[in-house]
């Protein structure tokens, strides 16, 4: 605090003059502490302006970084994607090629210039009947999924070649197909082998029934006493012999009809047909393995069950093996059934069984090849595994469809619908057994 005392004399007068600061302009303490806060502050501030803008630089030169590494990933996909075996297009969403690598060049006999911007359909492609397209298009831009098909597609130079197509849709994060892209590999020479295999099948196949024939007469002659009374013994014996080679001719013709199916050389030759006539007599001719279960056979038919055009063949396989296997995997003295009823469009059989079942966990493999379920394989009853590849192909080839209904121990239903117009006729060379 300012204080000051002096004297002064100024004419003839003694003065006394005394000063001191009034309060009122003593700083404040915030106004001391001002500057420092101003200093602390200003500190603070061009610390956070240098750090603002040393992370923003190194955030560039991190940005710079991974730009570059993503420009070396792109690069390497691109080089993968260009020099893959496979045959790799992209698509906009109309079909029309934005992109085609080496192997689309080098498959299809078109350069990548001849195939930008047009459609595969108008190029290789559109080889397959119309059903196939429509399936193809509904599943990738309607259903938004992976579409999977084999096709015959044509080369440039008119070459046909088989393939086996993917496309899988690319969407965006609304789930709108952005674009497709479809792989396509060149399996030409597979088929060919596959082709080839069958073909030995069905040759060897052919080739066995004779003598097999020959064995199931002469095994019938026997026990037919043409050659003479047989002892017990040899009754037993020759029984044996027949039994098994049925089995066998069962097994040979079973061989032939898949190779007949696989090679495409089975016919379909509708005709209008009784169809509960043929239900009948399968069921009288499987009587002896019913009977000998103590089986319980429910039928029923419906009354006015018009004639329909179907192959009274192929129809009677189709019963002989979903009764015969209904026999074969029910237990004895329980119960199988049969209906042959007709729905608004279609004729519908249901051949059901109260037997072993098939477990949950096998179910989609049931109509593979050769595929037999574990459960009637521990039961030791005989079979090839397949009846049922058969009667799909049949159906399925005929215009109709089959699927079923299975429980473990708990029973199986088959189903099978057959178009009331009937059975679509197919050319071939060959009937099947
Ligand atoms: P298989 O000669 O073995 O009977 P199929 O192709 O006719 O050959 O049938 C394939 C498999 O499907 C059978 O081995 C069996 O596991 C199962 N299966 C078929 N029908 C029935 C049924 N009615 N009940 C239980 N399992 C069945």
């Known amino acids: 605090m300012f204080v000051q005392d002096s004297d002064l004399s100024i004419a003839g007068r003694k003065w006394a003059l005394h000063f001191e600061d009034s309060s009122e302009f003593f ?20 610390f956070l302006i240098f750090f603002v803008l040393h992370s923003f630089s190194r955030t560039k030169l991190r940005a710079l970084q991974l730009a570059q590494e993503l420009t070396v990933d792109l690069q390497k996909f691109q080089l993968a994607v260009e020099n893959a075996s496979d045959h790799i297009i992209i698509t906009n969403t109309d079909g029309n090629i934005l992109y085609a690598n080496k192997a689309a060049e080098i498959i ?17 492609g559109g080889k397959m ?32 070649y088989e393939v086996q197509l993917r496309i899988s849709p690319v969407l965006d994060e609304k789930g709108n197909e952005i674009f497709f ?63 098994g080679n049925q089995r066998m001719v069962d097994l040979v013709n079973a061989l032939l009809n898949v190779s007949r199916i696989d090679l495409g050389t089975f016919a379909i030759e509708p005709a209008l047909t009784n169809i509960v006539e043929i239900a009948k007599s399968v069921l009288a001719e499987l009587k002896p393995q019913i009977q000998k279960k103590q089986i319980k056979v429910e039928e029923k038919y419906d009354k006015d069950m018009p004639l329909i055009k179907i192959d009274p063949k192929l129809t009677r396989i189709i019963f002989q093996n979903l009764l015969s296997n209904a026999v074969k995997y029910t237990p004895v003295k329980e119960k199988i059934s049969l209906n042959v009823t007709k729905t608004k ?56 469809k089959i699927w079923f209904e299975s429980e473990e121990n708990n029973g199986t239903t088959f189903f099978v619908t057959v178009p009331l117009s009937g059975m679509k006729d197919k050319k071939g060379t060959k009937g099947l057994n």
Request: glycine content about 10%; cysteine-free.
């Open 129 to 160: 009947d119309k059903a196939f397209y429509q399936k193809m298009w509904k599943t990738i831009k309607e259903e938004k999924k992976v579409f999977v098909g084999e096709l015959t597609n044509k080369r440039k130079g008119g070459e046909k």
């Open 345 to 400: 469009k279609d004729l519908l059989i249901e051949v059901a069984d109260n037997g072993y079942g098939i477990p949950k966990s096998q179910q989609s493999k049931i109509f593979t090849k050769l595929f037999r379920a574990d459960n009637v394989q521990k039961k030791d009853v005989e079979g090839t595994g397949l009846g049922l590849y058969i009667v799909k192909s049949i159906i399925e080839k005929s215009g109709g």
């Open 181 to 243: 892209v479809g792989i396509e590999r060149d399996i030409t020479r597979e088929k060919q082998i596959d082709k080839a295999k069958t073909e030995f099948v069905s040759l060897a196949s052919h080739q066995l029934r004779t003598p097999l024939t020959s064995i199931n007469w002469y095994a019938e002659m026997l026990l037919s006493g043409d050659a003479g009374k047989l002892n017990d013994d040899q009754k037993q014996f020759v029984n044996e012999i027949h039994v």
């Open 108 to 124: 299809t006999g078109y350069s990548k210039k001849e195939m930008l911007g047009r459609k595969s359909g108008d190029l290789w």
């Open 27 to 46: 700083p404040s303490s915030a106004e001391k502490l001002l500057p420092l806060t101003v200093l602390i502050a200003g500190l603070i501030f061009s």
